[in-house]
């Protein structure tokens, strides 16, 4: 027989696989006693020891291919280590099972060895958290950030845009009489009898229209300087957006890093190495016990 690692699971046998349907052993026919020989009990089957290696082979088997399907995975291995003791102390506590030094050191072995192995990835999955929190906190500061950046912007141009209006009213007001100033003196008729000359109408056309320019110079510069203000602040704004936006998505790509990271890794390998090894010890120890019973049984 091959205990060997590579060993496959036994199928088990429904529980009411052969029996007779529509017929309870409990019913008897009507005005018939039971005999004595159908009140004895079955005798309970008592386990042979490869039947107990085998059981417990399968349950170690199972318990090395599972998988943990939610996050953080660290918080499931104390279960399932306390399961690998619970079926090891099963199979050591029943009088059908020999257990010898060799096995307990190597048992003890791998049980210490994959101890430390999963309280390593503990520690690796917890700073991954931690990780993954900070680096959460930091992606919403950098949100609230963009956000009080936007509404600072928003406040500053409009800021602006009221000091431009205070600045230029005045001078649009001066511009519009000037503007109708030049329209009446234009419109007035020069001539001797006019009451003013084509000498004086010319002088006047001359100085109102040159303090016309000069408003619109005023006018001009004012709307310059405040455009400047303006086109300042927003290349600032625009830098410092694209600065935050930049932190935001090297938080989210560090969050997806770290993520996957998490999902990746459930210590599968680890468990998967420590049940093989226990398997093996298993299967050892049944080879020992039946070349120890062969060699006892020969005359």
Known sequence: MNWLMGFQPRARTPRDFGRRPGRNKSQTKPGKRQTGGENRLEEEHVATPTEIVDRTLNSVSRLGSQRFAVAPFHEHYDRWLLNVR?????FEANPAVTIDDRFREERSRVLTEIDLA?????VKETSNDEAVRRANRSLLDAKSLLARADREHAFKMNEIAGKKEHAIKPVITNLGRV???LNRIVRMRAGFLRGISKKTKAQKTTETTQKLDSTKMV????????????????????????RILEQIADYQKEIEKLEAGMQADDALDARQAA??????????????????????SKP
């Open 86 to 90: 619970n079926v090891l102390s099963e």
């Open 219 to 242: 006018l001009a510069k004012i709307e310059q300087s405040f455009a400047s203000e303006q086109q300042k602040l927003q290349s600032e704004y625009e830098r410092r957006r694209r």
């Open 118 to 122: 999963l309280k390593d990835r503990r």
């Open 179 to 181: 503007r109708e100033e």
């Open 275 to 296: 049940c093989s090894a226990l398997i093996t010890a298993v299967n050892s120890l049944l080879q020992r016990t039946l070349s120890t019973q062969e060699n006892l």
